[in-house]
Antibody
């Protein structure tokens, strides 16, 4: 069974940092590009970042570029999102998402999400 | 930019619902639809504009290409009341989502 389990969310002050993790199982993690997608309370979905299976290419939404860093450890089947310089508008549930097919970007598997709250 | 309409759709069980997603530039057929219920992660319904994902009932159908897309639910059941999002994966990054259409019980 394909499974994604996020962790690392919590309450952080503006300007602070947090690292999210996503543990993957049930599929060949290393060949899939993976993404982070977030959802602010009561709002819609926003793609945040993606990384190719090999980890050699990364992509970011303009809203997080320069502040967030996506990475992966294929030996541990784990995806990460390092978030620095956090702002109130980064408050959201963060989901990791797996594409249906290796080279595509529509997502057939999502984690349960981890809540990040940025507030003083 | 993807624009979904209407923002809210009030439908009675058993009726047909048609949701719209318009792209500001052509995305070919690279469009997906998701369903999201409160407190849950999104679920993939449709990809390639018209292909149902595994396990998705036949009452869900997608259509369109280029800039105009529709998601049709032929006969609404209680489990279908949710928020629906479209997503383009043609012009990337970024991959973008519409703002969502809430389907509620009339």
């Amino acid at each position: 069974e394909v499974q994604l389990v996020e962790s690392g969310g919590g309450l952080v002050q503006p300007g602070g940092s947090l690292r999210l993790s996503c543990a993957a199982s049930g599929f060949t993690f290393s060949i899939y590009a993976m993404s982070w997608v977030r959802q602010a309370p009561g709002k819609g979905l926003e793609w945040v970042s993606a990384i190719r299976g090999s980890g050699d290419s990364t992509y970011y939404a303009d809203s997080v570029k320069g502040r967030f860093t996506i990475s992966r450890d294929n030996s541990k089947n784990t995806l990460y999102l390092q978030m620095n310089g956090l702002r109130a508008e980064d408050t959201a549930v963060y989901y990791c998402a797996k594409p249906l097919v290796v080279v595509t970007a529509y997502f057939d598997c999502w984690g349960q999400g981890t809540l990040v709250t940025v507030s003083s | 930019v993807l624009t979904q309409s209407p923002a809210t759709l009030s439908v009675s069980p058993g009726e047909r619902a048609t949701l719209s997603c318009r792209a500001s530039q052509s995305v070919s057929s690279h469009l997906a639809w998701y369903q999201q219920k409160p407190g849950q992660a999104p679920r993939l319904l449709i990809y390639g504009a018209s292909t149902r994902a595994t396990g998705i009932p036949a009452r869900f159908s997608g259509g369109g290409s280029g800039t105009e897309f529709t998601l049709t639910i032929s006969s609404l059941q209680s489990a279908d009341f949710a928020v629906y999002y479209c997503q383009q994966y043609d012009n990337w990054p970024p991959w973008t989502f519409g703002q969502g259409t809430k389907v509620e019980i009339k």
